[in-house]
């Protein structure tokens, strides 16, 4: 299984990205899709994840701001980004779990929001 994350760059701070995961593998068969991240110096840290019965789940310091969704047609996992901060900077990594519990994970793609 494969995961390419895409979508991020350079955002003032209060705007918006769409982070986008395409899996190789369907993202009806996982156990979960999610988004982590790693600012600099940090540890990563899970933002938000779908667990296979469609409910999401965020980060406290994301809740009311991210959104994540998926398209399974697509196989794609998406992290719509708004009202962006400073402190949402870092490297965001896409993953899966499939049903076995092992884990997949993407390239990182860099978020950088100025203030």
């Known amino acids: 299984v494969q995961l390419q994350a895409s979508g991020g760059g350079l955002v003032q701070a209060g705007g918006s990205l769409r982070l986008s995961c395409a899996t190789s593998?369907?993202?009806?068969?996982?156990?979960?899709v999610g988004w982590h991240r790693q600012a600099p110096g940090k540890q990563r840290e899970q933002v938000a994840v779908?667990?296979?019965?469609?409910?999401?789940s965020y980060a406290a310091s994301v809740k009311g701001r991210f959104t994540i969704s998926r398209d399974n047609a697509k196989n794609t996992v998406y992290l719509q980004m708004d009202s962006l901060k400073p402190e949402d900077t870092g490297v965001y990594y896409c993953?899966?779990?499939?049903?076995?519990?092992?884990?997949?994970w993407g390239q990182g793609t860099q978020v950088t929001v100025s203030s």
């Open positions: 593998g369907s993202t009806i068969t996982f156990r979960a």
């Open positions: 779908i667990i296979r019965g469609g409910i999401p």
């Open positions: 993953y899966a779990k499939g049903m076995s519990g092992r884990e997949y």
